[in-house]
């Protein structure tokens, strides 16, 4: 057995001196883009019903199949005369330009001729970094060659075994017709590098030596070398995965963080700490790095991770639970949370006495992540991420909990933490119709219980969950006792779209014009209106302009308005507040109305879950399309949609009445939850005759008041958001409708 160093020690390189194996790593790089653009184009012909592109999709996705043929030609490896002009100082950009884009805190190296500072194509973060690290232990193509010959054996320590690493070989690095597989079979059709997928055994190493394609095997440590290849006659070539250090993060970044394949590497050399620190950096610590806009910044965020400062500095860093701007519940939730923190840190309170986890819900793009990290900055605490997709991204069920598990040894390892845990909805739940798959949501589900049970356990560790559709998680999750408070995200009031723009605009923009724009925003989110302000203060550089309401308006999509579109929502929302609150007075928060859609935000109208209360909430998601039969003599199809939309919590209820609560025509049985693909007729008479029926009520409620209906969307387009107080100046010559007091079959 030959052991083998990857890296040779040499002082830090200065000038346009690049490592051997960058242009090894650039080729990788090239060939995994253009396996991406494949494989949308793949995607994009398979939803078109092409069976060819099916079949080739099912089984490269399934590791089954080599890499897809491509229909373009791959960008070759840069020459060294080129990777030595990205290497060296030169202006690309017209020197104003340039000085602007540094002077605004950018990175010109990186800033492409359209202003653009990421590649067309974005990679995975993590494929970018293993890649590099890789490249840098292979060399060049030469050494990774040897890894393909017949009978090669090439053990890689430091190499985690998963499904995901042979996806990213076949895509990046095995030559043309070649895939990667765990066990071949005996007849194959193509080249394959036998790669196991999981900490291999004793028989199973046994079995891949007796095919004679090259073996690729990856373990974590030293140690767990198997017992069969620790006689040195075996002829293996052991390796180690190089470790992260300033040429890989260089090379990552140019990647990640550059739309020219150049960053300002001076300026990141002098920031970041030794190898050594770079190498010991946990891999989550590094991710949270490189969400920063810029590599010098990745690199300034590195060196705060990785120095040891006073504990009166550090102190002196944290701003506290100030700096979490938002008026939310779940923004206050934060703020508390962080002031309870730094009592129980002081010794002030009890680790039990404080509320020490948050399940935050609500539409993507709100903020959800942000909350999160300004969380762990104003406690001046470790944050950890990881996320559903994420874990399952790692292979099979066996893998996916392993990650899970990893994640929560990680915060608990850097305590006092916060542990953000995205995508939570993506576990399932374990009640829902759907039998595919019950057994491996169950594992997942109940693995995820045993996590949350250890994290309360555990002094020092605040967990923070984020989910989209709050409806699809699993009881066990959201019962009291595993999450302390659960609050939903909405979408930025005007006040905090107001606020959100100032902060860019206010220098640029009179107050006035903020406003309106901030009105006309309704219904983005902090990411949309992040997006169109960097956006838009870009193309104002560019073309050497001023910033106007005219260009934000083009950056959020706001500057053609529909009036038709805009009058439909309108209506369509004051229909459902008005008979909200002439059903249930005082249930109606706010109604607000973008370009694009409408909300109508209240409290539940459900106290003991009545027949009466059930039929009463059906009206009141009926009346939208009401209104709009009303007012504007037609409806549309804006009451349905997805999961959340009117028609599907109407029809969802009518299931239930039947189904689960012992109030239809089922008497007391309950049959369960209704798979939608499999209801009988029956029910799909008796949904159509109860939504008939409550929009016919619906239509009659409103039809008496058709003049505030009117006042309430005329104010709405006028204003674009209301709140109760508002809306109750519409309601004040209006009485409780007598309907509330009688059953819903009373009212014609």
Not at 349 to 375: D, I, N
């Amino acid at each position: 057995m030959t052991q083998t160093s990857s890296l040779s020690s040499s002082p830090k390189k200065t000038g346009a001196t690049r490592p051997q194996w960058w242009a090894l790593a650039h080729d990788c790089i090239a060939r995994l883009r253009a396996t991406e653009a494949d494989i949308v184009d793949l995607e994009r012909r398979a939803a078109a019903g092409d069976a060819a592109a099916i079949d080739t999709l099912m089984q490269y996705e399934g590791g089954d199949g080599p890499r897809p043929h491509s229909r373009r030609g791959v960008t070759p490896a840069p020459s060294d005369a080129k990777l030595m002009a990205r290497a060296n100082g030169a202006r690309h950009l017209p020197p104003e330009e340039w000085d602007d884009i540094a002077a605004d805190g950018g990175d010109p190296f990186a800033t492409a001729q359209d202003g653009g500072t990421r590649a067309a194509i974005q990679l995975p973060l993590r494929d970018v970094i293993l890649l590099a690290r890789l490249a840098a232990t292979f060399r060049d193509e030469a050494g990774w060659a040897a890894c393909l010959r017949p009978g090669a054996l090439t053990v890689m320590v430091g190499l985690e075994p998963s499904l995901s690493l042979g996806k990213l070989l076949t895509a990046a690095m095995l030559p043309e017709g070649w895939s990667t597989q765990s066990r071949v079979a005996r007849s194959t059709q193509h080249r394959v590098l036998q790669l196991p997928d999981r900490p291999i055994r004793e028989k199973e190493l046994e079995r891949l030596l007796h095919h004679p394609a090259p073996i690729l095997l990856p373990i974590m440590r030293q140690e767990d070398l198997p017992d069969l290849l620790n006689n040195g006659a075996m002829g293996a070539d052991v390796l180690s995965l190089a470790k992260l250090n300033a040429d890989i993060l260089f090379f990552v970044l140019s990647i990640s963080h550059s739309a020219t394949g150049r960053i300002d590497a001076d300026s990141v050399r002098a920031l970041l700490p030794n190898d050594e620190c770079l190498a010991n950096l946990e891999a989550g610590h590094l991710a949270m790095a490189c969400r920063a806009p810029t590599a010098r910044e990745v690199a300034e965020r590195i060196s705060l991770m990785t120095r040891t400062a006073p504990t009166d500095e550090v102190a002196r860093v944290r701003s506290g639970p100030a700096i979490i701007d938002g008026t939310t519940p779940a923004h206050q939730a934060v703020r508390n949370i962080v002031e309870d923190l730094a009592a129980w840190q002081a010794g002030d309170l009890g680790w039990s006495e404080m509320s020490r986890s948050l399940l935050v819900h609500g539409a993507p793009g709100t903020g959800k992540t942000y909350l999160a990290r300004q969380m762990a900055e104003a406690a001046g605490v470790a944050l950890v991420e990881g996320s559903f997709a994420e874990w399952q991204a790692a292979g099979h069920l066996g893998h996916m909990l392993a990650a899970m598990i990893k994640c929560c040894d990680a915060a608990i390892a850097t305590a006092p933490s916060v542990l953000f845990i995205d995508e939570v909805d993506a576990a399932g739940s374990r009640f829902d119709g759907d039998q595919h798959g019950m057994s491996y949501r169950t594992q997942v589900v109940n693995g995820f219980l045993q996590q949350i049970d250890r994290l309360a356990r555990t002094p020092g560790v605040i967990l923070i969950g984020a989910c989209n559709q709050i409806s699809r998680l699993d009881p066990a999750i959201t019962r009291p006792g595993r999450f302390d408070q659960i609050l939903r995200m909405p979408l930025p009031s005007i006040a905090d779209i107001r606020r959100i723009m100032a902060k860019v605009l206010a220098d640029t923009l009179p107050e006035i014009e903020i406003d309106s724009l901030a009105r006309a925003a309704v219904g983005k989110t902090p990411a949309e209106l992040d997006a169109a302000l960097r956006a838009a203060t870009a193309d104002a550089r560019r073309q050497r302009l001023p910033m106007s309401s005219d260009l934000m308006r083009r950056h959020l999509g706001i500057d053609q308005p529909n009036p038709e579109l805009l009058r439909r929502i309108a209506v369509h929302e004051a229909g459902h507040a008005l008979a909200a609150e002439l059903l249930v007075p005082g249930s109606v928060l706010k109604l607000s109305l973008s370009d694009r859609d409408g909300r109508t935000e209240r409290r539940s109208t459900f106290v003991e879950l009545t027949v009466e209360e059930i039929e009463r909430e059906l009206l009141i998601l009926m009346s939208g399309r009401a209104a709009e039969r009303l007012v504007l003599s037609t409806i549309s199809g804006g009451a349905g949609g997805d999961k959340e939309s009117d028609l599907a919590l109407a029809t969802a209820l009518v299931l239930q009445m039947d189904r689960e609560l012992g109030l239809g025509h089922n008497g007391d049985g309950w049959l369960g939850p209704a798979d939608m693909r499999r209801l009988t007729e029956e029910e799909r008479l008796r949904i159509r005759a109860k939504l008939d029926q409550a929009a016919r009520k619906a239509y009659a409620l409103l039809g008496r008041r058709t003049d505030s209906l009117v006042n309430i969307s005329n104010e709405l387009m006028q204003r674009r958001e209301m709140n109760a107080h508002t809306l109750a100046q519409f309601l004040s010559d209006a009485t409780p409708d007598p309907m509330q007091h009688l059953p819903m079959d009373a009212v014609g």
